[in-house]
């Protein structure tokens, strides 16, 4: 697991409220993913970090923000949630020595 | 055009076979290439990356890739009811920008008693 732990792992919440999704490593990567999983589309990038305060977008990027002010926190920030946003958000972080990615266990989000 | 394709199955095996998986690409110079396993309900676990053509083995799974037509498998021998899940396949397109991978949409096998 790479020491990946992501919170909360469940969320309800209205449409029109902000929500924030929080991804926290112990293995010291520059690297870290946040992805979303949806029945047809498998998993997409949203934004990524390749240092404190250095992101980028992904290719489903509209409709989110992200920071990272430690090396070990990664935050998702949905501004005002949508129902086209209700999916499972994975989070990784990325070993340099082989390119490989390590997800978090993921969390549920359900915009009503 | 999806980049990474696969084919969605069910594709069902009975235990103790060899499980075939295939993942074309379309990107050419796509360097890194890796095999995932999710079983319902959990995260993508890591269970192979290889990078040069030919085979990779570790255990009971063997990757094969062939760059001049690209396409990535993954053989699963003995299969057991446990591999039953979906694997998906992902590629590093060139490098840069964070080398993001591009993910298929995976294959769900099933293992049949």
């Known amino acids: 697991d790479a020491g990946i732990t992501q919170s909360p792992r469940h969320k309800v919440t209205e449409t029109g409220t902000p929500v924030t999704l929080r991804c926290h490593q112990t293995e010291n990567h520059r690297y870290m993913y946040w992805y979303r999983q949806d029945p047809g589309h498998g998993l997409r990038l949203i934004h990524y970090?390749?240092?404190?305060?250095?992101?980028d977008k992904g290719e489903v990027s509209d409709g989110y923000s992200v920071s990272r002010s430690k090396t070990e926190d990664f935050l998702l920030t949905l501004e005002s949630a949508t129902s086209s946003q209700t999916s499972v958000y994975f989070c990784a972080t990325r070993d340099f020595a082989t390119d490989t990615q390590y997800f978090g266990p993921g969390t549920r989000l359900t915009v009503l | 055009q999806k980049e990474v394709e696969q084919n969605s199955g069910p594709l069902s095996v009975p235990e103790g076979a060899i499980a075939s998986l295939n993942c074309t690409y379309s990107?050419?110079?796509?360097?890194?290439f890796f095999w995932y396993r999710q079983y319902s309900g959990k995260s993508p676990e890591l269970i192979m990356f290889i990078y040069s053509n030919g085979d990779k083995e570790d255990g009971r799974f063997t990757a094969q890739l062939n760059k001049a037509s690209q396409y990535v498998s993954l053989l699963i021998r003995d299969s057991q009811p446990s591999d039953s899940a979906t694997y998906l396949c992902a590629v590093i397109n060139p490098p840069g920008g964070g080398n993001k991978l591009t993910f298929g949409t995976g294959t769900q096998l099933k293992v049949e008693l």
């Open positions: 970090s390749y240092g404190v305060k250095d992101t």
């Open positions: 990107d050419r110079g796509s360097q890194s």
